[in-house]
């Protein structure tokens, strides 16, 4: 099955700065890559994504690059600010699909990234 | 609306309480996840449903039983559960259009089993 890992475990940068999370995945058949927030005791929520057919895409102060052969992807945040503070999680998806009509995509997570935001 | 609700907010039982965790969407999203989240780690897939049917049960114990009664509503039937099985539970919910199925959280329901 999938395996994906996360680096840093935990970072921590100074308001203003750019925060740069890493993620490896295993399996070439991965096609879409999220990246979620989660702030305590809230909900993951989808920041950005990805998928295999694209190199980079960027939202605003978000960006997140992909690297098919090294099967690695990146989130960037720019202009980091004290509100970005929160869980990281990465993840990839294979969509499961067959002729039965059963269609899903199974996301596999990294472990997370806690990133602190210093006023 | 692009919500998934989940009820109730806070559950507390006992180990040999009967209890259910409901979801709900109204995306039209014909897939539906419950997933198992521990403090500071990532969420655990536990079932999926495509089409109303149990598409993937990831070795969960029996103790957890869920059901999709229609294409909106998705639960979770604990019984007998374990100390350990306090965690978030969380439900999301896709659609599968192109290559994309972003899968949408719903707020997730804190159990604490004593």
């Known amino acids: 099955g999938e395996n994906v890992e996360q680096h840093p475990s935990t970072l921590s940068v100074q308001e203003g700065d750019s925060a740069v999370i890493k993620c490896t995945y295993s399996?070439?058949?991965?096609?879409?890559f999220p990246w979620y927030k989660q702030e305590l005791g809230k909900r993951p929520q989808l920041i950005i994504d990805?998928?295999?057919?694209?190199g980079e895409k960027k939202d605003q102060r978000i960006a997140v690059t992909l690297n098919k052969t090294a099967k690695h992807f990146s989130l960037h945040i720019t202009e980091t600010q004290p509100e970005d503070s929160a869980v990281y999680f990465c993840?990839?998806?294979?969509?499961?699909?067959?002729?039965?009509?059963?269609?899903?995509?199974?996301?596999?997570f990294g472990q997370g990234t806690i990133l602190t935001v210093h006023p | 609306d692009t919500e998934v609700t989940q009820t109730p907010k806070h559950l507390v039982m006992g180990m040999t309480n009967k209890k259910s965790l409901k979801c709900e969407q109204h995306m039209g999203h014909r897939a539906m996840y419950w997933y198992k989240q521990k403090a500071k780690k990532p969420p655990e897939l536990m079932f999926v449903y495509s089409y109303e049917k149990l598409s993937i049960n990831e070795s969960v114990p029996s103790r957890f039983s869920p059901e999709c009664p229609n294409s909106s509503l998705l639960n979770l039937h604990l019984h007998a559960l374990q100390p350990e099985d306090s965690a978030l539970y969380l439900c999301a919910s896709s659609q599968v259009q192109g290559v994309t199925y972003e899968q949408y959280f719903g707020p997730g329901t804190r159990l604490t089993v004593t």
């Open positions: 990805i998928r295999s057919n694209v």
């Open positions: 993840a990839a998806s294979t969509f499961r699909g067959n002729a039965g009509g059963t269609s899903y995509g199974k996301l596999t």
């Open positions: 399996d070439s058949a991965s096609n879409y």
